[in-house]
């Protein structure tokens, strides 16, 4: 069988690798967001959460409210994938003490603006 797991080509999503908006952006992770009231799936746009949050936004552990017009209280849980046919990784554990260091111990990869 072939060996070209997408997973092992591109290893999945951790905050590890990319803790905020700009990192996941450079490394063109797809990233969705699901409610967990209605089940509305959205494609999150990077460039554009960017432009709204700042490059510097971390997403991991944020559930904001859906925005479904006929949704009560549901919220956002995101999601993200290194690449077309590799696996989705949950986002809603926060990131810990050990994501936040690596992040600070790294170049920052992201040369746009900010
Ligand atoms: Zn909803």
New binding site residues.
Partial sequence: MSTKNPDVVVPPPSPLTALTLAEMHVRRWEVKAT?N??G?KLRANLPSMIRTFGPDAVWWGQTPR?P?LE?ES?VLHYAARALRGGSWVSMTQPPGELEQTAYRNRQRAYPGPR
């Fill in positions: 409610c009231r209605c509305i859906c479904g949704c549901g």
